[in-house]
């Protein structure tokens, strides 16, 4: 019974107070509970609310000036102790749900700083920044922030005592987020407590003069950025019973702090009343910045109160809401992440970045930890095509960082500032070079969750040390890291203008060149080009084009000025280049023949009725090739030197065109010891090739390809390859084939595409062409090509005889057909090709491309059907010669079987049989009056081998009974001997042989 009526008495003396002179102590609460008040040392932050009520306090006209909260000792909490405190008044006697924090505007912070939390029982005492006066009419309510981002052992805690259904307390704890006392969470993330913290306060009286005191006392803006602006509010309050009186308020120091609006002044307080007012810090230069404000009372005693702030240039991206392991991954020993930032998100900024920040929220201390960033600008959107490797970025930090517990701003500065003035894309790489270690899986960084899945690659390994320069495959993420860029502005401006030529009319294509600009920049259809994003300064800007003369001019650009630079460019200096052509049978000029000049320039002339013609601007000091043709005659090709002086080729002979046989036809004769050659005569429509893809193989009979791109159709159902098909959309129009109803093409795709479509090999007539419809885009400038090619050599080697990516720009939609001169090729085995390529860069075509209703051959349908050589030329024989392969080219190296020009269309190599074993080919000409020849006709190739036969036999006695072991002789020396039965066999080279047969006892026998 005693020991009831003592724990009665105790319960009911819960609130104690004990008088010392004019200090009063107060202790709230009995109890030894851990409820996790006022901090939850288990968790890195926290943030909690109680309220004491004023029956329990019960001091009149005293203000607190000590508060203590009693520490149970099993530990110590060094990592708990950073404490932000908070008072003030409520008529609320209980927390209604979890949503009823009292707003931070309704309370008054009486504490910031670090707070001794030692493995010592005992009251843990804290004094009060600034007094606070309690009404001792509304209930007290107690806050307490704990911001050290770290947490401690679960053995030690604060002591509570309950509160007997009443939730007298509201907490709030997280591990990754620190609590916000202006914005505290609600909806699930805290909890209502029927128990307050064990309180001492300690109390003193009221002073009788006027106390002055200003919250806070000093501050510091911390960093800034240009153009944004930084606000905090002063108050002013009266502590003391005496009339406090403030007659001004004045700002003196650094201009990018201004006041705010002003109480009306003067102001006189009483007891805890307050003024309040407010201090705007707007930064216009980088640097710190101070400033003091100045408040004098009546009587002229003054306050300072001491401001400072750091302005930066920061361009700030990313929320921060996520935690994720980018841009470095501590994990893993290494990780490499790639993000592109779009130049709309940084505000199309253009300048200097001279560092960057990252922000890491950590539980791990990590220092000296190696890190490597490179930035590049790029017109890419995305990662979608894979890593832009470093080679093709500028390394701008390679060292060591240290990565502090908690959350930090990580600072970057770069050795040399990057220049990002291009208005392209920004592209960010971050590597953590291999280490043999690893930390915690929760070493964060303050992240954006992003929407975009394309814009970031993000690799980590413990095995591979990643190469930068070639990543291995990395995985998408639309996560990047809240990042903030120290940036410079740098004012900038821009060249434009019109190129004109020598007669004011607007030249397309010049190159406009600028040292160390990263863009290639070339005039217009009109003339027109702009330079954009150049840092103020000088520049000597060269203006190029082939066939002018290149221009320097030096010019001085102006931030934010367009400066206007037209030119006009003069052609290089010429002279004229004349001659005549002379036909051979006639001896006179010969007219409608074409002259072409090709080399620094190309020219075309054709000859008047008199065979004279004229170049009359012809570029100096260059030389070139020429090419004459006329219809029924053969080209002549030559070179000339031109130099200052105008130029007279003189006279240039042609000869009337001399067909070739045809149909030259090498096979051996019956007995294998010769090879019989059959031709067909020289006739002009002697070769004809159509092909319009309406059969259903692919490629044609005869016809082959190659095929780098195996991918699959495009969406319009035509493969990135050589292939057959009908009527497509391209998504602009139907293209239908021009004739029939298919046609062959191949579509564009981002890979490689390097692909081949070849005709059958043929004998070239003369006179001949290649023509075709075609569906093609024409100047293409991003180096992929859309190839015609020729192969004299089996396909060992091209010559491209048209590139529809060589042409001004242009589209050509099966509206003019392309018709191709193959006749420099007469006479000899020959290839054409359809060769589509992106040129090695491995990004695949830019445009689709079909061809159509092809014809190869020698103009058989038109006007050649008529035309016969010249009545002072015929054909009078024909020349033979054998020669090898590769000596098609190598007539000096041909064996003329004919000295003798013959009559007939055939001929008998008898010399077959003596050849070494080799492979053969032969070629015939035709002999035309006044000894002319015709391009060779080549024929097919013979290998010759060694051919055997079996011979058999018997030797046999005049009984016929078989002689075993009798000698068999060949004339050609060759021996045998018989088995058993008589039998003998030999292999020997085809031919006519003598035998004969000897054996002991027998008389020998010979045999043919």
Request: aromatic letters at 12%; one cysteine or more.
């Given at each position: 019974?005693?020991?009831?009526?003592?724990?009665?008495?105790?319960?009911?003396?819960?609130?104690?107070?004990?008088?010392?002179?004019?200090?009063?102590?107060?202790?709230?609460?009995?109890?030894?509970?851990?409820?996790?008040?006022?901090i939850n040392t288990t968790y890195s932050y926290s943030y909690s609310?109680?309220?004491?009520?004023?029956?329990?306090?019960?001091?009149?006209?005293?203000?607190?000036?000590?508060?203590?909260?009693?520490?149970?000792?099993?530990?110590?909490?060094?990592?708990?102790?950073?404490?932000?405190?908070?008072?003030?008044?409520?008529?609320?006697?209980?927390?209604?749900?979890?949503?009823?924090?009292?707003?931070?505007?309704?309370?008054?912070?009486?504490?910031?700083?670090?707070?001794?939390?030692?493995?010592?029982?005992?009251?843990?005492?804290?004094?009060?920044?600034?007094?606070?006066?309690?009404?001792?009419?509304?209930?007290?309510?107690?806050?307490?922030?704990?911001?050290?981002?770290?947490?401690?052992?679960?053995?030690?805690?604060?002591?509570?005592?309950?509160?007997?259904?009443?939730?007298?307390?509201?907490?709030?704890?997280?591990?990754?987020?620190?609590?916000?006392?202006?914005?505290?969470?609600?909806?699930?993330?805290?909890?209502?407590?029927?128990?307050?913290?064990?309180?001492?306060?300690?109390?003193?009286?009221?002073?009788?003069?006027?106390?002055?005191?200003?919250?806070?006392?000093?501050?510091?803006?911390?960093?800034?950025?240009?153009?944004?602006?930084?606000?905090?509010?002063?108050?002013?309050?009266?502590?003391?019973?005496?009339?406090?009186?403030?007659?001004?308020?004045?700002?003196?120091?650094?201009?990018?702090?201004?006041?705010?609006?002003?109480?009306?002044?003067?102001?006189?307080?009483?007891?805890?009343?307050?003024?309040?007012?407010?201090?705007?810090?707007?930064?216009?230069?980088?640097?710190?910045?101070?400033?003091?404000?100045?408040?004098?009372?009546?009587?002229?005693?003054?306050?300072?109160?001491?401001?400072?702030?750091?302005?930066?240039?920061?361009?700030?991206?990313?929320?921060?809401?996520?935690?994720?392991?980018?841009?470095?991954?501590?994990?893993?020993?290494?990780?490499?992440?790639?993000?592109?930032?779009?130049?709309?998100?940084?505000?199309?900024?253009?300048?200097?970045?001279?560092?960057?920040?990252?922000?890491?929220?950590?539980?791990?201390?990590?220092?000296?930890?190696?890190?490597?960033?490179?930035?590049?600008?790029?017109?890419?959107?995305?990662?979608?095509?894979?890593?832009?490797?470093?080679?093709?970025?500028?390394?701008?930090?390679?060292?060591?960082?240290?990565?502090?517990?908690?959350?930090?701003?990580?600072?970057?500065?770069?050795?040399?500032?990057?220049?990002?003035?291009?208005?392209?894309?920004?592209?960010?790489?971050?590597?953590?070079?291999?280490?043999?270690?690893?930390?915690?899986?929760?070493?964060?960084?303050?992240?954006?969750?992003?929407?975009?899945?394309?814009?970031?690659?993000?690799?980590?390994?413990?095995?591979?040390?990643v190469d930068p320069n070639n990543p291995p495959a990395g995985s998408?993420?639309?996560?990047?890291?809240?990042?903030?860029?120290?940036?410079?502005?740098?004012?900038?401006?821009?060249?434009?203008?019109?190129?004109?030529?020598?007669?004011?009319?607007?030249?397309?294509?010049?190159?406009?060149?600028?040292?160390?600009?990263?863009?290639?920049?070339?005039?217009?259809?009109?003339?027109?080009?702009?330079?954009?994003?150049?840092?103020?300064?000088?520049?000597?800007?060269?203006?190029?084009?082939?066939?002018?003369?290149?221009?320097?001019?030096?010019?001085?650009?102006?931030?934010?000025?367009?400066?206007?630079?037209?030119?006009?460019?003069?052609?290089?200096?010429?002279?004229?280049?004349?001659?005549?052509?002379?036909?051979?049978?006639?001896?006179?000029?010969?007219?409608?023949?074409?002259?072409?000049?090709?080399?620094?320039?190309?020219?075309?002339?054709?000859?008047?009725?008199?065979?004279?013609?004229?170049?009359?601007?012809?570029?100096?000091?260059?030389?070139?090739?020429?090419?004459?043709?006329?219809?029924?005659?053969?080209?002549?090709?030559?070179?000339?030197?031109?130099?200052?002086?105008?130029?007279?080729?003189?006279?240039?002979?042609?000869?009337?065109?001399?067909?070739?046989?045809?149909?030259?036809?090498?096979?051996?004769?019956?007995?294998?010891?010769?090879?019989?050659?059959?031709?067909?005569?020289?006739?002009?429509?002697?070769?004809?090739?159509?092909?319009?893809?309406?059969?259903?193989?692919?490629?044609?009979?005869?016809?082959?390809?190659?095929?780098?791109?195996?991918?699959?159709?495009?969406?319009?159902?035509?493969?990135?390859?050589?292939?057959?098909?009908?009527?497509?959309?391209?998504?602009?129009?139907?293209?239908?084939?021009?004739?029939?109803?298919?046609?062959?093409?191949?579509?564009?795709?981002?890979?490689?595409?390097?692909?081949?479509?070849?005709?059958?090999?043929?004998?070239?007539?003369?006179?001949?062409?290649?023509k075709f419809d075609t569906y093609a885009t024409y100047g293409s400038?991003?180096?992929?090509?859309?190839?015609?090619?020729?192969?004299?050599?089996?396909?060992?080697?091209?010559?491209?005889?048209?590139?529809?990516?060589?042409?001004?720009?242009?589209?050509?939609?099966?509206?003019?057909?392309?018709?191709?001169?193959?006749?420099?090729?007469?006479?000899?085995?020959?290839?054409?090709?359809?060769?589509?390529?992106?040129?090695?860069?491995?990004?695949?075509?830019?445009?689709?491309?079909?061809?159509?209703?092809?014809?190869?051959?020698?103009?058989?349908?038109?006007?050649?059907?008529?035309?016969?050589?010249?009545?002072?030329?015929?054909?009078?024989?024909?020349?033979?010669?054998?020669?090898?392969?590769?000596?098609?080219?190598?007539?000096?190296?041909?064996?003329?079987?004919?000295?003798?020009?013959?009559?007939?269309?055939?001929?008998?190599?008898?010399?077959?049989?003596?050849?070494?074993?080799?492979?053969?080919?032969?070629?015939?000409?035709?002999?035309?009056?006044?000894?002319?020849?015709?391009?060779?006709?080549?024929?097919?190739?013979?290998?010759?081998?060694?051919?055997?036969?079996?011979?058999?036999?018997?030797?046999?006695?005049?009984?016929?009974?078989?002689?075993?072991?009798?000698?068999?002789?060949?004339?050609?020396?060759?021996?045998?001997?018989?088995?058993?039965?008589?039998?003998?066999?030999?292999?020997?080279?085809?031919?006519?042989?003598?035998?004969?047969?000897?054996?002991?006892?027998?008389?020998?026998?010979?045999?043919?």
């Amino acid at each position: 019974m005693q020991r009831a009526l003592n724990t009665m008495f105790l319960l009911m003396l819960f609130s104690l107070a004990f008088a010392a002179g004019e200090r009063t102590e107060l202790i709230i609460g009995t109890g030894s509970v851990n409820n996790y008040l006022p901090i939850n040392t288990t968790y890195s932050y926290s943030y909690s609310q109680s309220i004491y009520l004023q029956s329990e306090i019960n001091i009149p006209e005293q203000q607190i000036e000590k508060l203590s909260f009693y520490w149970n000792g099993a530990a110590a909490a060094t990592n708990s102790n950073q404490w932000v405190v908070y008072m003030g008044h409520t008529n609320a006697t209980r927390f209604a749900n979890t949503s009823s924090w009292l707003p931070l505007s309704e309370l008054t912070q009486v504490f910031a700083g670090v707070l001794t939390i030692n493995a010592t029982a005992g009251w843990k005492e804290i004094i009060l920044d600034a007094p606070f006066t309690y009404n001792n009419t509304q209930n007290l309510v107690i806050a307490v922030d704990e911001n050290r981002p770290q947490y401690d052992n679960y053995a030690g805690f604060f002591h509570t005592t309950a509160s007997s259904g009443v939730n007298r307390s509201l907490r709030a704890f997280s591990d990754t987020v620190n609590i916000d006392p202006s914005n505290p969470p609600s909806g699930g993330q805290q909890t209502l407590v029927m128990a307050y913290p064990n309180v001492k306060l300690e109390f003193n009286l009221i002073p009788s003069d006027p106390i002055f005191a200003i919250a806070p006392d000093e501050y510091h803006y911390g960093e800034v950025n240009m153009g944004d602006t930084a606000n905090q509010e002063f108050v002013i309050t009266n502590y003391g019973t005496g009339a406090l009186n403030i007659q001004s308020i004045s700002l003196t120091g650094n201009a990018a702090f201004e006041l705010g609006v002003l109480p009306t002044l003067p102001a006189t307080l009483m007891l805890d009343e307050s003024i309040s007012f407010g201090l705007d810090f707007s930064p216009n230069n980088t640097g710190q910045h101070n400033a003091n404000i100045l408040i004098i009372e009546s009587g002229g005693t003054a306050h300072n109160v001491t401001v400072t702030g750091m302005g930066v240039r920061e361009i700030r991206l990313g929320d921060g809401s996520l935690n994720a392991r980018f841009p470095l991954d501590f994990h893993y020993q290494t990780s490499l992440y790639q993000v592109i930032f779009s130049a709309a998100e940084l505000n199309y900024f253009t300048g200097l970045i001279n560092g960057m920040k990252i922000f890491n929220q950590f539980n791990s201390n990590l220092t000296n930890r190696a890190v490597k960033i490179w930035m590049g600008s790029t017109w890419q959107t995305d990662l979608a095509q894979g890593w832009i490797p470093a080679s093709e970025l500028t390394l701008v930090f390679d060292g060591v960082k240290n990565f502090p517990y908690g959350q930090n701003a990580i600072n970057f500065t770069f050795p040399e500032a990057f220049s990002y003035i291009n208005g392209r894309n920004l592209v960010v790489m971050v590597q953590r070079p291999m280490e043999n270690q690893f930390f915690n899986a929760t070493d964060y960084f303050k992240c954006d969750p992003g929407v975009f899945h394309l814009r970031a690659l993000n690799f980590y390994s413990d095995e591979v040390a990643v190469d930068p320069n070639n990543p291995p495959a990395g995985s998408h993420t639309s996560v990047f890291p809240k990042i903030s860029f120290v940036v410079e502005p740098v004012s900038i401006g821009a060249i434009s203008g019109t190129v004109r030529d020598e007669n004011n009319l607007p030249l397309s294509g010049v190159s406009v060149y600028l040292a160390d600009y990263p863009e290639e920049i070339e005039t217009n259809a009109d003339g027109e080009y702009i330079i954009p994003y150049l840092v103020p300064g000088e520049y000597h800007v060269t203006f190029s084009k082939h066939t002018y003369q290149n221009q320097t001019i030096t010019v001085q650009v102006e931030a934010d000025e367009m400066l206007t630079l037209d030119v006009n460019m003069q052609l290089l200096p010429g002279v004229m280049v004349c001659g005549r052509i002379i036909a051979y049978d006639t001896g006179g000029g010969l007219a409608n023949a074409f002259v072409r000049l090709s080399g620094f320039a190309n020219f075309l002339s054709s000859t008047d009725s008199e065979g004279y013609f004229s170049f009359p601007y012809v570029f100096a000091g260059e030389s070139y090739a020429y090419l004459v043709s006329a219809v029924g005659y053969g080209s002549q090709v030559g070179n000339i030197a031109v130099g200052i002086n105008d130029y007279y080729i003189g006279n240039i002979m042609l000869y009337e065109t001399l067909y070739a046989p045809n149909s030259l036809i090498a096979g051996e004769s019956e007995n294998y010891d010769a090879v019989e050659l059959n031709w067909n005569a020289p006739d002009p429509s002697a070769m004809e090739l159509r092909e319009g893809f309406e059969g259903e193989d692919f490629p044609p009979s005869g016809w082959s390809q190659i095929i780098t791109n195996t991918s699959a159709a495009s969406p319009q159902g035509v493969y990135p390859t050589w292939c057959r098909f009908g009527a497509v959309n391209t998504g602009m129009a139907l293209v239908e084939p021009p004739e029939g109803s298919m046609q062959a093409g191949l579509w564009w795709m981002v890979a490689q595409q390097d692909e081949w479509l070849q005709t059958p090999a043929f004998i070239c007539p003369p006179a001949a062409y290649l023509k075709f419809d075609t569906y093609a885009t024409y100047g293409s400038n991003n180096g992929d090509h859309y190839y015609v090619k020729v192969s004299a050599d089996g396909g060992e080697s091209w010559a491209v005889l048209w590139d529809a990516s060589a042409f001004p720009t242009a589209t050509n939609y099966y509206e003019n057909m392309i018709s191709i001169d193959i006749s420099n090729y007469a006479g000899q085995e020959i290839l054409l090709a359809f060769h589509a390529t992106d040129g090695g860069t491995y990004e695949g075509l830019w445009h689709p491309w079909f061809i159509d209703d092809i014809y190869i051959g020698n103009m058989a349908e038109s006007a050649w059907q008529s035309r016969v050589v010249n009545a002072n030329r015929e054909i009078v024989g024909y020349r033979v010669w054998r020669l090898t392969p590769a000596e098609e080219q190598n007539e000096a190296a041909w064996t003329l079987l004919t000295p003798e020009s013959i009559n007939n269309t055939s001929y008998t190599d008898t010399d077959w049989d003596s050849l070494p074993y080799e492979s053969y080919k032969w070629a015939v000409k035709a002999v035309y009056s006044g000894d002319l020849h015709s391009s060779p006709a080549f024929s097919n190739t013979l290998v010759k081998t060694q051919l055997t036969g079996t011979v058999v036999g018997m030797v046999r006695r005049s009984n016929g009974q078989g002689i075993p072991a009798a000698v068999v002789n060949c004339s050609n020396g060759e021996s045998t001997t018989t088995n058993n039965s008589g039998a003998y066999s030999m292999i020997l080279p085809i031919g006519t042989y003598s035998f004969s047969a000897s054996a002991n006892g027998y008389h020998p026998l010979s045999h043919d």
